[in-house]
């Protein structure tokens, strides 16, 4: 929404070119007295080099602008703050769009501002989670802003666009029932309030919901003409694009080409990196089916490269590049490369978790979940019970004073009279508290039930917490296994997300690892009881004893078991070979640490989780030292070095846990343990533990 100015100033803009309305307002500026005038004209500036498409500039008056709006002026503030958003978003650096949408929505939140607002605001925000592939997120905005929509009446162009956005999230989860059903409801709410290019976009986005390829070519031939008629280049280019795809379909590939190539133009002249990438994509895939590999193999490149530089849609545009690499060196023969690609292509897919192991997940989390809500739904009865209890006795305790007030003040007759009253009062009095008394006996009851079923939860985490230390490796056998060592693990809850794992062969290879999975609790175990199993199977029976090769090879046992296309489940962890004098050790986010003569060397893994990820994979590398019966050993989960504490409530770091094993490496075992213990302790005073924490120190 666009800040007032002077009346002479609009005059000039709404007449004049785009360059005559920046010479007015650069004019303006020269001339404002003021400094609230002057800022305002730096608002407008921005305005106008973002309809011309010149975001830089935009981005650098909103930010001038920002610089100078007082700090009790939030709504003002506030508007700025969500034009940096939008502007970061086209400029396509959407981590710094969400933070200023967040920054916003806080200031929008502290004045009673118009609904609209937050309502836009939400859409856009949730928009911006959309291009990073983050669809929950995206979607828990949408639903507040059609909420806010909803409630306050609000038609306006932006409601219209939000039915398309939440239909694509539906799209992209494979939904499309539910997609159509809202590309639909974009149409009518177009038709029905005169909003003609919420008519053309509903049009064009329901070409996904025909079966039929003459019939799409027939709905985006339509919805290219609307935007002709609505003179939005934007929308033409991106029409180009799509026409150009559903005569590619119907094998018309002169036709397809034709307007492919008139995308790709504009896309040059006037377009984003992703909007280009995805063009040249589309447009090399014509030229493989046409033979013309040197030419599609140059525009794949390019495509690839513009990918890489965006955070819009960025997987969507890897998968289609490198589906396009896996066509191309396919169609050449080069079937090995062409394998490689489709395997990259996989990477970037998205998908939703293997539905067998969803399901099974969905009903623990689901029973787990109920239990606990019962528990505060009890507890909630038992509060409202307790105030109903006090109530009436406050109630009961006020009429019988009322009454011996009464008793005192009268005489005579009315004594007699009130003697009859009170004995009347008296009894139902007594009638009250008896009901009362029932009531506290239930109250009591539920009490009873409540702490039940609380020992009831709480016994089951303990159980499962059993069950855990169970499938642990024991320190019994760990002790068998090297000449000193100790083990320090504390779970932030009854059961945890950190393990560690240890296995001696029987030519007397020393393995161990320490892991971190994701989440910690319930979610946590599972995974830690997971990678255990896994570890058994690759290491014990597998007989596999390269820590490169055994991360590898449980990275591809999680994806296989969590999810074949996509999830974010997995772990980090830190994994040791000990062979006599020689060490090996491949780490996944985690390094080790080994303390020579006093000095402190630490020892980096890769910088990627046994897990899903989104950049592309490379295998886990193995780093070999040579180690002497002196050398102390140390693996850790992040759980130490993250924990909040000390006088300023600041993390303990890496930094300050390197020192501290450093100091107390000189001293045994046993009482190293005891001092990491109490120092954890220390540092963490009253607040609450951040994340489970599993550290092991071994000696040869």
Request: net charge negative.
């Amino acid at each position: 929404m666009r800040y007032t100015f002077f009346g002479f100033v609009f005059l000039l803009c709404i007449s004049a070119s785009a360059q005559d309305r920046l010479d007015s307002l650069f004019n303006a500026f020269s001339t404002a007295s003021s400094v609230s005038q002057k800022n305002e004209i730096r608002t407008e500036l921005g305005y106008e080099y973002y309809d011309l498409g010149e975001y830089d500039s935009a981005l650098s008056y909103f930010s001038e602008a920002l610089k100078f709006i007082p700090n009790s002026a939030k709504e003002e503030k506030a508007d700025v703050v969500v034009c940096i958003a939008r502007t970061y978003n086209q400029l396509e650096d959407l981590q710094s769009s969400v933070r200023y949408y967040q920054l916003g929505n806080r200031l929008y939140s502290q004045v009673k501002t118009a609904p609209e607002k937050r309502a836009d605001l939400f859409k856009d925000l949730g928009r911006t989670y959309y291009e990073q592939a983050q669809y929950d997120s995206a979607m828990v905005y949408y639903m507040q802003a059609k909420d806010i929509y909803e409630t306050n009446n609000i038609v306006n162009h932006d409601y219209g666009v939000l039915f398309h956005y939440i239909g694509s999230v539906f799209k992209r989860q494979d939904k499309m029932d539910k997609a159509c059903e809202y590309y639909q409801m974009q149409i009518d709410f177009g038709l029905e309030h005169n909003f003609p290019e919420i008519v053309a976009e509903g049009t064009y986005l329901q070409v996904s919901c025909y079966d039929n390829d003459t019939l799409r070519l027939h709905q985006d031939l339509k919805a290219l003409q609307m935007y002709r008629d609505l003179q939005d280049d934007r929308m033409i280019a991106l029409m180009y694009n799509n026409v150009a795809v559903a005569y590619h379909e119907l094998n018309m590939l002169d036709s397809a080409y034709y307007f492919q190539d008139l995308n790709v133009q504009f896309e040059r002249e006037h377009g984003t990196k992703s909007h280009l990438s995805l063009g040249l994509s589309n447009m090399a895939s014509l030229l493989i089916e046409m033979k013309k590999y040197k030419e599609a193999e140059a525009l794949l490149t390019e495509a690839e490269t513009l990918a890489h530089q965006t955070e819009s849609k960025k997987f969507i545009q890897l998968e289609r590049v490198y589906g396009g690499l896996s066509e191309l060196h396919y169609a050449r023969g080069n079937y090995k490369a062409a394998y490689d690609y489709m395997e990259l292509k996989y990477v970037y897919e998205d998908s939703a978790m293997d539905q067998e192991h969803q399901d099974a997940i969905h009903e623990m989390e689901l029973a787990y979940e109920t239990e606990k809500k019962e528990a505060e739904i009890a507890k909630l009865e038992l509060s409202n019970k307790q105030e109903q209890y006090e109530k009436k006795m406050a109630e009961a305790e006020a009429a019988r004073q009322s009454v011996n007030k009464k008793i005192y003040l009268v005489g005579g007759l009315a004594v007699l009279i009130l003697l009859v009253f009170s004995l009347y009062k008296w009894r139902e009095s007594n009638k009250q508290k008896t009901i009362i008394y029932a009531q506290k006996h239930e109250v009591e009851v539920q009490k009873e039930l409540i702490e039940e079923k609380n020992k009831d939860i709480t016994d089951s985490m303990i159980y499962a917490s059993s069950i855990q230390q169970a499938i642990i490796t024991s320190e019994d056998y760990i002790a068998g296994m090297f000449t000193d060592f100790f083990v320090f693990y504390k779970p932030r809850d009854i059961v945890s997300g950190d393990f560690y794992w240890a296995y001696q062969t029987a030519e007397g290879q020393k393995l161990i690892a320490v892991g971190d999975c994701t989440g910690h609790g319930v979610p946590g175990a599972m995974m830690s009881m997971l990678g255990t199993a896994f570890l058994n199977e690759i290491v014990i029976e597998g007989k596999v004893r390269e820590p490169g090769i055994i991360l590898d090879r449980l990275r591809l046992q999680i994806k296989n078991a969590m999810s074949r296309k996509g999830g974010k489940d997995g772990m980090d962890m830190a994994f040791c070979c000990i062979d006599g004098n020689n060490l090996k050790f491949a780490g996944a986010n985690l390094p080790i640490y080994i303390v020579r003569n006093n000095e402190l060397i630490e020892v980096k893994g890769d910088k990627q989780p046994v897990g899903f990820q989104p950049s592309p994979e490379s295998p886990f590398l193995t780093q070999e030292l040579e180690i002497s019966t002196e050398d102390k050993i140390y693996l850790f989960s992040d759980g130490y070095a993250d924990q909040f504490g000390g006088p300023k409530g600041k993390k303990y770091k890496y930094k300050t846990f390197k020192d501290k094993l450093a100091v107390i490496a000189g001293r045994t075992f046993r009482e190293q343990r005891m001092l990491i213990d109490s120092e954890f302790e220390t540092w963490k005073g009253d607040l609450e533990q951040l994340d489970d924490v599993c550290v092991i120190g071994v000696r040869v």
